[in-house]
């Protein structure tokens, strides 16, 4: 009698508790656990953004990988950045404010950092996109304030949220600004053997 082996795909990962990239990832047909991480996001000095959001993904994939050594684990990390200052998530009111502030009416850039962990080895991107954000108000960076998105955000907004009123233009990628740019995942993870819906 022969056995045929059945081979499947390995387990993916996702070191993160963020609804977006659990979104982001169901969108494209993927199956996965979430294994939140906690590290500090706080940039090194003279230490690029850039840099830094692909240290912050790796770092984030290998607390997983300790975990789940015969998965393929998923980290990323997202920032803000504008006039070489990095913007992470707000600390406070004042904090968050202040960001929104310094992000109306000009271009910023989002930088998402990816990494991916498996018995194969460790790949890391990072992607940027450009985004404009037309003049705001101060009444209304109060009231966007006081609806609780941007307490947990990257530069203090959400761009699937409230704040996509206050978007003139996104040049890259929408889900990368979400916080996973999804073309760069799916290009990753099928490198680590995850077979996506299309091939």
């Given amino acids: 009698m022969i056995t045929v082996a059945i081979v499947t795909d390995p387990s993916l990962i996702l070191a993160s508790a963020s609804p977006r990239r659990r979104e982001l990832l169901q969108q494209i047909g993927l199956d996965f656990r979430c294994c939140p991480v906690v590290v500090d996001e706080s940039c090194r000095p003279g230490e690029s953004v850039q ?4 240290r912050l993904a790796l770092q984030k994939a290998r607390l997983a990988f300790e975990r789940h050594a015969d998965a ?13 200052l990095a913007f992470g998530k707000p600390k406070d009111r004042l904090d968050g404010i202040r960001m929104l502030r310094s992000l109306s ?18 790949d890391v991107v990072a992607q940027v996109s450009m985004v404009k ?3 705001l108000l101060h009444d209304e960076i109060a009231a966007y304030w006081e609806t609780g998105e941007p307490c947990d955000k990257a530069g203090g907004y959400a761009v699937q949220g409230f704040a996509a009123q206050f978007i003139e233009r996104i040049e890259g990628s929408y889900s990368g600004v979400m916080g996973l740019p999804l073309f760069e995942t799916a290009t990753l993870l099928r490198h680590h053997g995850i077979h996506l819906l299309l091939p």
Avoid: N, P, W, Y
């Fill in 51 to 54: 840099e830094c959001v692909k």
């Fill in 133 to 135: 954000f037309r003049l």
């Fill in 105 to 122: 009416g000009r271009c910023h850039q989002v930088v998402t950092g990816v990494a991916v962990i498996s018995c194969h080895g460790e």
């Fill in 72 to 84: 393929v684990v998923l980290g990323s990390d997202t920032m803000v950045a504008m006039d070489d």
